[in-house]
């Protein structure tokens, strides 16, 4: 089962931004996208299927590039971690909650590429 599992489709791209609130102005206002929602530092819109996030500079080396980091939609995030550290990636993190919603839960797992790049696994759980 694991030799099937294929990553296929991106569900987040960040994007590094100097000022969240500026940068809200223009993705909103000025380009149109719709707006999902914002934390600290963070904000997040609708770019078609996927979502843009975008995030102030981090203080994380890995992080502090202005490349975009991949986010992956998997239906499984446990089976997928698994699947994949099967093939030798290396994960930052196991798959964790990272917002909560009344319904739904948002689950991540950080890995690495190997390039010095940061991707990460994404789906949404049922509470």
Known sequence: MA?????????????RVRDVDRAIATYKDRLGLPFLF????LAFFQAGDAWLYLTTVSS????????????????????????????????RSAPHAVHREPKRELWLADFEDGEDNVFALRTWKAL
Do not use: C, M, N, T
């Open 38 to 41: 914002r934390a600290p530092g």
């Open 3 to 15: 030799d099937q599992f294929a990553l296929s489709k991106i569900g987040q791209i960040a994007v």
């Open 60 to 91: 994380e080396k890995e992080f502090d590039h202005p490349a975009s980091v991949l986010y992956f939609d998997v239906p499984d995030i446990q089976a997928a971690h698994e699947a994949l550290r099967g093939r030798g990636i290396v994960f």
